[in-house]
């Protein structure tokens, strides 16, 4: 494993990250420092953003700092029934797209501190699950940003599917146990340990 200050992101070769840490710790700078990269790298045409946020401000396109409307493949999503359906949906296309030649555009999916995942676990699990094994192949891109580790947000198998774990500050060594971050609890504000799942 690796310590890496918030700059530095290697998300750029993964299809999947896991990110986790304590309010505070840099998780939506980084990520939202991502999505301005991708937007210097790939025009609306080539890339749409499927962002759920519950408190949709940190990515509100009307926001200076949100996401820009031009790319976004539906609107914010805030974490509704509705919405949980969505990402099941989502999950679905992943899988058809993985069986074509080339699928376009690029998807990236992003999922900050959304309570999908406590107020229908199985379904969210399975969901995200499906999406990280063809993201891949289905040119998509899965980052589940969250403060709470506990084993009902993560659970191993859940944590395994993805490529990449960034863990910032953790508040306990429970939580280092879970990911399989040890360390995570004594770095500094910003700093993040790198666990690769997948070579």
Do not use: W
Not at 20 to 49: C, H, M, N, W
């Amino acid at each position: 494993m690796n310590i890496t200050n918030k700059d530095y992101f290697t998300f750029n070769v993964h299809h999947s990250a896991l990110v986790v840490g304590q309010t505070g710790t840099g998780k939506t700078e980084l990520v939202r420092s991502y999505i301005r990269r991708l937007e210097q790298a790939f025009t609306p045409d080539e890339i749409k953003y499927v962002i759920f946020d519950l408190k949709v401000v940190e990515f509100d396109p009307k926001y200076e700092e949100g996401a820009k409307e031009q790319y976004l493949y539906t609107p914010v999503r805030t974490g509704t029934q509705e919405d949980m359906a969505y990402l099941e949906e989502l999950a679905a296309l992943s899988t058809k797209r993985a069986g074509e030649a080339q699928p376009t555009p690029l998807i990236f999916i992003y999922i900050e501190e959304c309570d999908l995942a406590a107020q229908y676990p199985e379904r969210f699990h399975s969901s995200v699950s499906e999406i990280n094994r063809n993201a891949q192949k289905a040119n998509m891109k899965l980052v589940f940003s969250t403060s709470r580790p506990s084993p009902d947000i993560i659970p191993p198998e859940f944590r395994d599917s993805f490529d990449l774990i960034l863990a910032g500050r953790l508040a306990s060594e429970l939580d280092e146990r879970s990911l399989g971050v040890s360390g995570a609890t004594s770095l500094n504000l910003y700093e993040f340990m790198v666990k690769e799942n997948r070579a």
